[in-house]
């Protein structure tokens, strides 16, 4: 008999924030990003509901082939690009798009004979995690463009603190340094993360690229996804598999940290930090258990959770619990356990079952 926790993935959501992305940025070509499994929500499922975005990006080599084998063929960006000339075949055999981010990799297209490939070049324009230093454009451009790249090339770059709303210099800074830096050539750009795309509208320019505000979570820490009109692609529900009673005094879980301060009911949920929820969320995360308001008890383990049942009617063995969806978002779970969305979605295990609806 399979363990009852679940994730039920609405491929409905996911497409009505692709059409909040295009409310947000009318004029800019979408890049859904569907790295890490789409974000823990399976590849190919919200592939199928985000195939109106204009393009693809990801990371892994494997999983932009098997886009292509499922027939999709709008551009799709490897965003680490490739780490071989071995590589190079795969890339031009499926048409694949690669960032350029390091000077080595130009010496790979230029000692290739593969020369059709759609390329981004990464500039670090202050995030200082990938892309290349400034004063490296102008001759990557050049090496680049007498290999017979001139019309393959867009620029792009990325922003380290779009999401803080205390960074907005930070913002303009890397702007107007990029802007400095790619003055002059005319190639198409992309800048735009979600935040970005939600805050800062002078940053769409040609491409976006969109990635935890598809899955209906928030970028920012001052507004929830509900305000953003964004919708929960993934809700992440279990059942209740054993209840106890405690008295005062009694304590919960491994090293029992939380303690009963009064008579109460606890209900012991099959979902843990080997399901993806996180091991370091304290007493007091919020729960939903028969679609009522509760809270967690105690620490995480492995493979169970304690709920606090005081006041929750009907509930029993059997009894429906959402670690996070609609009612208790996964932005409000992760504040809790001081961690991201980002962090929560994507760690979902593979053992958990994925139940798609439309």
């Known amino acids: 008999m399979p363990r009852p ?31 890490a499994n789409a974000y823990g929500h399976g590849l190919l499922h919200a592939a199928n509901a ?47 798009s690669a960032v350029i981010h390091h000077p080595e990799q130009i010496v790979m297209l230029s000692d290739s004979k593969y020369h059709k490939l759609d390329l981004f070049i990464k500039i670090n324009t202050g995030m200082n995690r990938l892309g290349l230093a400034l004063e490296q454009l102008p001759q990557t451009i050049k ?18 603190c779009a999401d803080d709303p205390a960074e907005a210099e930070s913002v303009t800074q890397q702007l107007k340094c990029f ?32 990635g935890i505000m598809l899955y209906g979570a928030s970028p920012f820490p001052d507004k929830t996804a509900l305000e953003l009109n964004l919708q929960p692609a993934m809700t992440l529900s279990s059942k209740i598999i054993a209840i106890h009673d405690l008295k005062t005094g009694d304590r919960v879980g491994y090293h029992g ?26 007493t007091n995360t919020p729960v939903l258990v028969n679609n009522q308001r509760s809270r967690l008890l105690g620490r995480v383990s492995m493979d169970m959770l304690a ?41 979902l295990a593979p053992r958990v079952e994925r139940i798609v609806s439309i």
């Open 50 to 96: 985000l195939k109106d975005a204009d393009g693809f990006a990801l990371l892994e080599l494997d999983a932009a082939i098997c886009l292509r084998d499922a027939g999709y063929r709008q551009p799709i960006l490897l965003l680490e690009g490739f780490f071989s000339t071995e590589e190079l075949a795969l890339f031009e055999q499926y048409q694949l």
């Open 5 to 35: 926790t679940q994730a039920f993935i609405n491929l409905s959501a996911l497409a009505h924030n692709l059409v909040i992305v295009r409310q947000y940025a009318p004029h800019a070509r979408i890049m859904a990003i569907l790295k």
């Open 307 to 347: 709920v606090d049942l005081t006041g929750i009617e009907n509930a029993g063995l059997n009894s429906s619990v959402i670690l996070w969806g609609e009612e208790v978002s996964v932005d409000e779970v992760a504040h809790n356990a001081e961690t991201t969305s980002y962090e929560l979605l994507c760690a």
């Open 257 to 282: 940290l939380f303690q009963a301060d009064h008579p109460m009911r606890i209900g012991i949920v099959a979902c843990g930090y080997a399901d993806g929820y996180p091991r370091h969320a304290p």
């Open 179 to 210: 802007e400095a830096v790619t003055k002059g050539y005319s190639y198409p750009h992309s800048l735009a993360n979600s935040a970005a795309i939600i805050r800062y509208p002078e940053t769409h320019s040609d491409w976006v690229r969109p």
């Open 143 to 160: 090496k680049l463009t007498g290999n017979q790249y001139k019309n393959r090339i867009t620029l792009m770059t990325h922003f380290a």
